[in-house]
């Protein structure tokens, strides 16, 4: 079984101009992985649901999201931004610093919610977004996740 994030779907400085900048980068971690097949039809899924609603969740969380036929393997790229202010993504208490693109295959609704779910849980702790922030690299942004959103 792949797991949903690896050192090589984090990328610890985002610079992104907006969130569909951010969201291309990100998404382009997944392609270069060989978990997303089709990048501009998994982007066009994932504008698609930001349309429905704004996936900004206080906390400086962005949490963009789609299921899509591109996607070959759940997965979860991650984007710490680095320029300081942050990238508006909807929230209502402001710019999100953190940012976590979740890909499910287009018949995984049930992995999508589950990872959703998960990772939702965990974001509402102060301690864990502040030790991703804080985690010296990517491995370590990974194995962060994993051990505490997924007990891996």
């Known amino acids: 079984m792949t797991d949903l994030t690896a050192p090589e779907l984090v990328l610890v400085d985002l610079r992104a101009a907006d969130r569909v900048d951010a969201t291309r980068q990100l998404a382009q971690?997944?392609?270069?992985?060989?978990r997303v097949t089709d990048l501009e039809g998994f982007l066009a899924d994932v504008?698609?649901?930001?349309?429905?609603m704004a996936t900004g969740i206080p906390?400086?969380?962005g949490l963009p999201h789609a299921r899509s036929a591109a996607v070959t393997v759940p997965s979860l790229a991650i984007g710490r931004v680095?320029?300081?202010?942050g990238?508006?993504?909807?929230?209502?208490?402001?710019?999100?610093?953190?940012?976590?693109?979740?890909?499910?295959?287009?018949?995984g609704e049930a992995d999508h919610l589950t990872i959703l779910?998960?990772?939702?849980?965990?974001?509402?702790?102060v301690s864990f977004r502040q030790s991703l922030l804080e985690a010296p690299d990517a491995a370590a942004v990974a194995s962060t996740v994993l051990?505490?959103?997924y007990g891996r």
Not at 82 to 85: D, P, Y
């Open 29 to 34: 971690t997944l392609v270069d992985a060989g």
């Open 47 to 52: 504008a698609a649901r930001e349309e429905q």
């Open 59 to 61: 906390g400086g969380i």
């Open 82 to 85: 680095v320029n300081g202010t």
């Open 87 to 107: 990238i508006d993504w909807g929230a209502p208490d402001g710019p999100a610093n953190l940012v976590f693109l979740i890909a499910a295959p287009a018949e």
């Open 117 to 125: 779910a998960a990772l939702a849980r965990k974001l509402v702790h």
């Open 147 to 149: 051990e505490e959103v």
